[in-house]
């Protein structure tokens, strides 16, 4: 785990690159810089930065572009758009991509480094979800022994909450399947079982 949060400059002006290495190194960030968009997204896909500050307007590639690929990589990845060239069109189409922020130039580093700390609060969050689902899946995925006798344990509600667990967290949908097709699993427990794989669903999307 890092002691220090990354940062990744994607610009294709070396003074900025230099600008931002200097300024935020001094506020404590571990600083990586790129000067195109390809080189950028190598380096977010090896060291996976916390925060991206990506320039909009690059050759080989734009930031729009690489703004798509970051999320489809990472969708966690807080990206932070800045560019002279800003138009309501082009900030729309950021923010609709998923960036955290559009800034225009010229540089105003205390609002930068205030929009990077915003930017920080919003991935330890995403972090702490994500090892919370670990710690569930690890949970689940401890007890295979006894998993693996459900489809013997009918009739008790926790029973139907673990099929449904596993179904859904570990993706066994041939249980399911079993269960709904065996002629010794009641009416009412099949009913049972889809109204909790129904209450599993719901909250796996409002997660999302």
Same mark, same amino acid.
């Given at each position: 785990?890092?002691?220090k949060p990354q940062i990744l400059v994607i610009d294709d002006e070396k003074e900025v690159c230099h600008l931002f290495r200097k300024a935020l190194t001094f506020e404590g960030y571990t600083v990586l810089t790129a000067l195109d968009g390809i080189s950028g997204l190598k380096i977010v896909k090896e060291k996976k930065p916390d925060i991206v500050l990506l320039d909009l307007k690059m050759p080989k590639m734009d930031g729009i572009e690489v703004l798509r690929h970051i999320k489809k990589f990472d969708k966690n990845i807080v990206v932070i758009i800045i560019t002279g060239?800003?138009?309501m069109d082009t900030a729309r189409m950021a923010m609709k991509l998923g960036a955290f &922020?559009?800034?225009?130039?010229p540089i105003n580093l205390e609002h930068i480094k205030a929009v990077i700390k915003d930017g @920080?609060?919003?991935? @330890?969050?995403? @972090?702490? &979800? #994500?090892?919370?689902?670990?710690?569930i899946?690890?949970?689940i995925r401890s007890q295979q022994e006894r998993l693996s #006798?459900? #489809?013997?344990? #009918?009739?008790?509600?926790?029973?139907l909450w673990e099929i449904a667990l596993r179904v859904f967290v570990l993706g066994d949908d041939d249980l399911m399947v079993e269960w709904m097709v065996d002629p010794g699993v009641s009416k009412e427990e099949k009913l049972e079982l889809t109204k909790i794989a129904d209450l599993l669903k719901a909250d796996m999307l409002k997660s999302r």
């Open positions: 785990m890092r002691n060239y800003g138009t &922020d559009y800034i225009t130039k @920080l609060k919003l991935t @330890l969050g995403a @972090l702490g &979800d #994500k090892m919370k689902k670990k710690e899946l690890k949970s #006798k459900l #489809k013997h344990c #009918k009739g008790t509600q926790p029973c």
